[in-house]
């Protein structure tokens, strides 16, 4: 009995310790405020980390935030020059009678291109949407097709297009991860577009003055805050995409994303956007362990006509961690061994590990900085020989 009482105290004691250094671990990570909202992230787009989460899988409407992905259709179609910005769409029927928001566009119009696209940003224009995704798209039908079929390319699990305007309709759903993933996509994939998303004015003429701001307030408050874009419906409430970009010493720019779904007003939804990016901005530092095409690591190559190989990432590598904290950084680099040639530029080849005190903090992938051909024969028969001997 004695024995077995020794037993069970020793577990106690364990458990009581591992309760206690895991409120400490979780003590050291900085808690994100209080936020009025169903759901919501914190993504930190130039470290590729989420910062902080609230039910950020939780399937929700996304309202007017269908306009990102109709936009990133859009803008694929400009970008591979399948349309252009002085060409003119036809309004039709359809578009001219949308509900909702509007550009007050009417039927018969021929409106320019990038028009529709600044009245689906800046008004959140229903009727401009419709007429972009038949323009594009043929019809609308195609057109949400296409807008699920680029949501399976990107990886947005969660997510399921009904509309190309947002409008309340059953099976039309996302998630706070799957938007925070395609409003980083949209920023990374065209920044020569991303631009009308900071526009806070803008009128088609002869459509009525006092529908000319943008309905994103953080433009108006925060001259950091370049987008980019509002969503409301019952359903969903109030819901703001936010994006922000601050220059810090020794790190440059860094930019910022909220998503916050279901606030009680559109004065909340800014204010609760707010309250996060500036959370993110002071709870978390980012620091620069890399620059842009810095070689991490530059390893032997077996079999290639050059005896070494640079592996790193194409833009700098940064991480964001608790503030005051960068010293508890560690970095390890985990890669084939042997390498054995041929590689191509920007082909995928380890993994860059960093931990903080121990703990992991994110992986980055390692990619080849320069291309690696194939050695000769006699070339590729030594090494050949020296991997044997090996």
């Known amino acids: 009995m004695k024995t077995k009482f020794k037993s069970w105290r020793t577990l106690g004691l364990a458990a009581v310790l591992s309760m206690v250094l895991c409120a400490f671990a979780s003590a050291q990570m900085p808690q994100p405020p209080e936020v009025a909202a169903r ?12 910062l902080a989460a609230k039910d950020i899988d ?4 996304p309202a007017s935030l269908t306009k990102l992905m109709s936009a990133y259709v859009v803008f694929e179609a400009l970008k591979s020059r399948k349309i252009d910005l002085k060409q003119t769409f036809s309004v039709s029927e359809r578009a001219a009678k949308m509900a909702g928001s509007r550009m007050f566009i009417d039927a018969q119009m021929k409106v320019p291109v990038e028009d529709l696209v600044k009245g689906m940003i800046v008004q959140s224009g229903n009727d401009a949407t419709v007429a972009l995704a038949e323009g594009v798209g043929g019809s609308v039908a195609h057109f949400v097709d296409m807008m699920n079929a680029q949501a399976k390319i990107l990886g ?74 509002t969503g409301h419906t019952d359903a969903a409430g109030y ?66 006509q050059s005896a070494n190989l640079k592996l790193g990432q194409p833009n700098a590598i940064v991480v964001a961690v608790p503030a005051g904290s ?63 001997i090996q």
């Open 156 to 229: 947005l699990q969660a997510t399921t297009y009904k509309n190309p305007e947002g409008l309340t309709e059953p099976g039309h759903t996302t998630t706070a991860r799957d938007l925070s993933q395609l409003a980083s996509r949209l920023i990374r994939d065209f920044p020569e577009y991303v631009g009308y998303y900071a526009l806070k004015k803008y009128r088609y003429e002869g459509t009525p003055a006092a529908n000319d701001s943008n309905r994103n307030l953080l433009l108006f408050r925060d001259p950091t805050v370049d987008g980019l874009k």
């Open 239 to 304: 819901c703001l995409v936010a994006t922000a970009k601050r220059d810090f010493p020794n790190v440059g720019p860094r930019r910022l994303l909220t998503v916050l779904l279901g606030a009680v007003s559109d004065n909340a939804r800014a204010n609760e956007s707010q309250k996060l990016l500036n959370w993110g901005y002071t709870a978390y530092e980012a620091v620069k362990l890399f620059e842009a095409n810095q070689a991490v690591v530059t390893p032997a190559v077996w079999k290639g």
């Open 39 to 50: 759901s919501y992230v914190v993504l930190d787009i130039t470290a590729n980390q989420i």
């Open 326 to 388: 960068a010293a508890q950084l560690k970095t390890r680099v985990d890669r084939p061994d042997p390498l054995v040639a041929p590689f191509i530029r920007g082909q995928v080849v380890g993994t860059l590990r960093v931990t903080r005190a121990g703990q992991p903090m994110v992986d980055v992938p390692l990619m080849a900085l320069e291309t690696v051909e194939q050695a000769g024969l006699w070339g590729r028969a030594w090494d050949a020989l020296r991997l044997w």
């Open 58 to 61: 939780l399937a929700v409407e």
